[in-house]
């Protein structure tokens, strides 16, 4: 075999014909063990020796070409590329390769068949939030009996919603909401230097009026949603599901009362629920994002435990209103993304008057005197930089826990009807949102998604819609279009925006190595900020960064941190999907004065080590 041609077809056939294939070398440690885990795991798999073999160093060159992979073993499960030895036994842990050789039904025109049988209805959806409206919606365009189930259980402290999910309920929306409340709160400072007079004077914040008018939004949401299923005759039960049979269901509703229900194909949407940290104290002073949103009271002092998207765009608009707020950061900020760009952010936090308590995690929490809302004390550990651990503490009004959520797949009896879940964080395990089982499939928040490295299937309202939507298109019309997870923008609403698209720099140079990477980037100021006197600190930290694969000139990841930076990233993101280079950014003409403009202009390279403050206009 000499042509590149061919050796691209017969790693494809290796890949093609054998469930289980590896890719290995004679003498490698760590095929060795990746081989034994298989046979101990009784799991059938081919490999060849590329050591051993004429065209070993071609078909090696091939593989890195095509995964990006430099190393042996190089795995792949029913054509789906794993990893390395590291990688593979991950996946084995978590179920997943399990999962990938689970025999499917054959899908035929797109459409998975399944015997048919007299349910009580085509579909059934578990959870009435983002995902399982849009896909009990869809189903309907196509004529189906559709139910949605939607229950709430309380919070410790009693906080409980209506129909609609995390979203609008207890997510995105009154968190926007909140966002804009302080965003507000910075025009008024601005307005001085506008020429506006005694704003600023008048400037006192109302928790009680923001919470009732966010409150009344909601509910006409939570009313809207519930009108607009009886108009599509989607059966809407305020009720708890759980698996009795692999087609079968049991609801109970608020009073107990419970009734069974049959559905050809089920899809779980059950989303997720704030964790916490299980110390003393958590659950009876402690809240979290779920009760925040609704609160009664003025939350006063707040600490905020965690350092990801809830726990910094909760403290940044707590500030934003004028409320004293410290954070315990456990390692780093916004774990998973662009640390630059995290830093930045924290920096721009720390700036404007929030403390970081970095190293930080709460130990026990006391009430020092009740109250709505009272005064507690946290008592935490700091881990010094010689690395001892030393206990301090800080007096408050309120703790909000922010450390993760969970996937709430527990009580629905999955294990009995054959669903596999990954044991780590409870999700489902889906290939493109189908279970081990055939007709039980699941979207949202609730999912590892196997056909994505890592399972990481972004948690957010977007994705939950489209996977729902493209999923009810699949089942019952005669599309075969897939969720695509990849290049997913998204925006954490910060006091300063920011928006990003694609790769970290960190995980770009890892993937594509740093030789093959360039970052182009700049500073600036929005011109709106230029001449607000109160934001003369900050008003340097805005900051833009586009990385590009230097071979091809593709640019792979997108950041920005800016006012507005989520409107900025969303244009962007089409481009991005499109496989858009830096010679098109560069191409685009820019919109001015914006600071979305500073995107088609970046000049500077990171290599270059110039300076990448902007100059002028
Ligand atoms: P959910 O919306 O959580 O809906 C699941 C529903 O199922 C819930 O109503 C639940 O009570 C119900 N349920 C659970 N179990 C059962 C059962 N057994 N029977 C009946 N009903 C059941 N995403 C963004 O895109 N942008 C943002 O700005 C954003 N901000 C966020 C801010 C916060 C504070 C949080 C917490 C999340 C935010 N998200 C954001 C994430 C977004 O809210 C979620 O990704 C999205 O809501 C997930 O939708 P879902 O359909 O998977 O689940
Ligand atoms: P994450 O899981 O992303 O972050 C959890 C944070 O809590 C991390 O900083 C973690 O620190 C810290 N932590 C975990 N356990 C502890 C502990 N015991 N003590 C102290 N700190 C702890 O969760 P989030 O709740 O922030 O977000 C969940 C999802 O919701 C996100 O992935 C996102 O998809 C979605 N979301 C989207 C938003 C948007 O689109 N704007 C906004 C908000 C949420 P460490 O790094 O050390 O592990």
């Known amino acids: 075999v000499t042509n590149s041609q061919n050796i691209e077809d017969i790693v494809k056939k290796y890949i093609h014909d054998n469930n289980v294939m590896v890719f290995s070398k004679s003498w490698c440690p760590y095929c060795k063990k990746v081989k034994a885990a298989f046979e101990t795991a009784n799991i059938e798999y081919y490999a060849i020796e590329l050591d051993t073999m004429a065209d070993g160093v071609k078909i090696e060159e091939e593989l890195i070409r095509q995964t990006a992979q430099e190393t042996v073993p190089n795995v792949f499960v029913n054509k789906q590329h794993i990893g390395g030895c590291d990688k593979t036994l991950v996946a084995m842990k978590e179920g997943v390769i399990d999962l990938l050789l689970t025999p499917r039904t054959t899908v035929t025109n797109g459409k998975m068949e399944v015997e048919e049988q007299n349910y009580n209805y085509d579909l059934i959806v578990i959870g009435g939030g983002s995902g399982g409206l849009a896909c009990s919606k869809e189903a309907k365009y196509f004529d189906k009996k559709v139910c949605v189930l939607d229950y709430v259980k309380p919070t410790p402290v009693g906080t409980t919603w209506g129909i609609g999910g995390t979203c609008v309920n207890v997510g995105c929306i009154p968190k926007k909401l909140m966002h804009q409340a302080s965003l507000i709160g910075e025009y008024v400072h601005d307005s001085e230097d506008y020429g506006w007079q005694e704003l600023e004077s008048a400037r006192k914040h109302d928790w009680d009026k923001m919470i009732e008018s966010i409150q009344n939004y909601i509910h006409s949401l939570n009313f809207k949603y519930r009108t607009d299923l009886r108009t599509k005759s989607v059966v809407y039960e305020n009720s708890y599901g759980q698996f009795v049979g692999p087609h079968r269901l049991k609801l109970t509703d608020k009073k107990g009362k419970t009734k069974e229900i049959t559905g050809k194909y089920i899809v779980v949407a059950v989303g997720g629920r704030p964790k916490y940290p299980d110390i003393p104290g958590d659950k009876e002073y402690g809240i979290t994002s779920d009760d925040l949103f609704s609160l009664s009271y003025d939350p006063g002092k707040t600490i905020v435990v965690g350092a990801s998207y809830v726990a910094l765009e909760c403290a940044g608009f707590l500030h934003g209103i004028g409320r004293?707020?410290?954070?315990?950061?456990?390692?780093?900020?916004?774990?998973?993304?662009?640390?630059?760009?995290?830093?930045?952010?924290?920096?721009?936090?720390?700036?404007?008057?929030?403390?970081?308590?970095?190293?930080?995690?709460?130990?026990?929490?006391?009430?020092?005197?009740?109250?709505?809302?009272?005064?507690?004390?946290?008592?935490?550990?700091?881990?010094?930089?010689?690395?001892?651990?030393?206990?301090?503490?800080?007096?408050?009004?309120?703790?909000?826990?922010?450390?993760?959520?969970?996937?709430?797949?527990?009580?629905?009896?999955?294990?009995?009807?054959?669903?596999?879940?990954?044991?780590?964080?409870?999700?489902?395990?889906?290939?493109?949102?189908?279970?081990?089982?055939?007709?039980?499939?699941?979207?949202?928040?609730?999912?590892?998604?196997?056909?994505?490295?890592?399972?990481?299937?972004?948690?957010?309202?977007?994705?939950?819609?489209?996977?729902?939507?493209?999923?009810?298109?699949?089942?019952?019309?005669?599309?075969?279009?897939?969720?695509?997870?990849?290049?997913?923008?998204?925006?954490?609403?910060?006091?300063?925006?920011?928006?990003?698209i694609g790769w970290s720099e960190e995980d770009a140079i890892e993937k594509y190595g740093e030789d093959n990477i360039e970052v182009f980037h700049s500073e600036f100021v929005p011109l709106e900020w230029s001449i607000c006197k109160h934001r003369e600190d900050v008003k340097t930290m805005c900051y833009c960064k586009l990385i590009v694969e230097k071979k091809t000139d593709r640019v792979i990841g997108f950041h920005v941190a800016s006012p507005n930076a989520g409107e900025i990233t969303q244009g962007y993101a089409v481009g991005m999907r499109l496989g858009a280079t830096k010679r098109d950014f560069d191409m685009t003409v820019g919109i001015h004065p914006t600071c979305s403009e500073m995107i088609t202009t970046l000049l500077i390279t990171k290599s270059s080590g110039k300076s990448s403050k902007q100059e002028g206009c």
């Open 324 to 500: 004293e707020v410290h954070i315990l950061v456990r390692s780093i900020l916004l774990r998973g993304f662009d640390q630059q760009m995290a830093n930045r952010i924290g920096d721009y936090m720390k700036n404007i008057g929030i403390q970081f308590h970095e190293k930080c995690i709460p130990i026990r929490i006391e009430r020092l005197e009740e109250g709505k809302p009272g005064r507690l004390r946290v008592y935490y550990q700091r881990e010094t930089e010689d690395g001892k651990k030393e206990e301090l503490y800080e007096d408050c009004n309120t703790v909000l826990f922010a450390i993760g959520r969970e996937a709430i797949t527990q009580e629905l009896n999955l294990g009995a009807v054959g669903v596999k879940i990954n044991q780590k964080n409870q999700k489902i395990l889906t290939h493109y949102e189908q279970s081990s089982v055939d007709h039980i499939y699941a979207i949202g928040d609730c999912i590892h998604e196997v056909s994505m490295p890592f399972g990481q299937a972004l948690e957010l309202t977007p994705v939950a819609i489209q996977a729902g939507q493209l999923l009810a298109k699949r089942l019952f019309g005669d599309s075969t279009i897939k969720m695509d997870y990849k290049n997913v923008p998204t925006t954490i609403f910060t006091p300063i925006e920011y928006g990003t």
